[in-house]
């Protein structure tokens, strides 16, 4: 059984790794994420209804912030599934294939996608040492979150059918859409 103060440390160390990570030179890389794709997605999403009230949130007046281009490099699939922590107790990522360029939110919310069922406390801890990053802004986080979230609901009822209730959407949608430019409430 890992302690909590452990999980708090490899939650923060993991934080300042990847943006470590992300601080290698894009130079002039393109993000494919871009504004043709983002509507494109966008317009499939409108199909869900029960996303609606999320994609409104990010197609009214926030958009622009999924286009929004930090220029990174991104891991893409930073999760506590690719950070191995050695025998001397530091972490190391791996399945760094997947790597591209863009905005650094995709990385975080993978990473808090991935890991709050896991470890409340890691998702937290993580969260909020990331977000001591000088150029985070929580309402470009949580458009992001809402767009990804949005997707998955589509993306999970074409594939698997699943069906995601309206209770956890609507959780979702007071968590990351209610007050996007704050801190969302799981997290404090």
């Given amino acids: 059984m890992v302690k909590e103060e452990e999980v708090i440390d490899i939650a923060s160390r993991s934080a300042t790794l990847l943006k470590s990570i992300q601080s290698i030179g894009?130079?002039?890389?393109?993000?494919?994420?871009?504004?043709?794709?983002?509507?494109r997605e966008l317009k499939r999403c409108k199909e869900c209804i029960e996303a609606n009230?999320?994609?409104?949130?990010?197609?009214?007046?926030?958009?622009?912030?999924?286009?929004?281009?930090h220029n990174s490099f991104l891991h893409s699939d930073y999760h506590l599934g690719n950070i191995i922590l050695t025998d001397k107790k530091e972490l190391v990522v791996v399945d760094i294939e997947k790597y591209e360029y863009g905005s650094f939110y995709r990385d975080v919310?993978?990473?808090?996608?991935?890991?709050?069922?896991?470890?409340?406390?890691?998702?937290?801890?993580?969260?909020r040492e990331y977000s001591s990053k000088p150029d985070f802004d929580w309402m470009s986080y949580n458009v992001h979150m809402a767009f990804y979230f949005a997707r998955f609901i589509?993306?999970?009822?074409?594939?698997?059918?699943?069906?995601?209730?309206?209770?956890?959407?609507?959780?979702?949608?007071?968590?990351h859409c209610v007050n996007p430019k704050k801190m969302p409430d799981w997290v404090e």
């Fill in 109 to 127: 919310l993978i990473n808090e996608t991935y890991n709050r069922e896991i470890s409340s406390v890691y998702a937290r801890t993580f969260l």
């Fill in 154 to 175: 589509l993306w999970s009822k074409r594939k698997r059918g699943v069906i995601i209730d309206e209770k956890r959407i609507n959780k979702f949608f007071s968590e």
């Fill in 53 to 69: 009230k999320i994609i409104e949130f990010v197609s009214d007046n926030n958009k622009y912030l999924l286009d929004k281009n």
């Fill in 26 to 39: 894009a130079g002039n890389q393109v993000d494919f994420f871009n504004e043709a794709y983002i509507t």
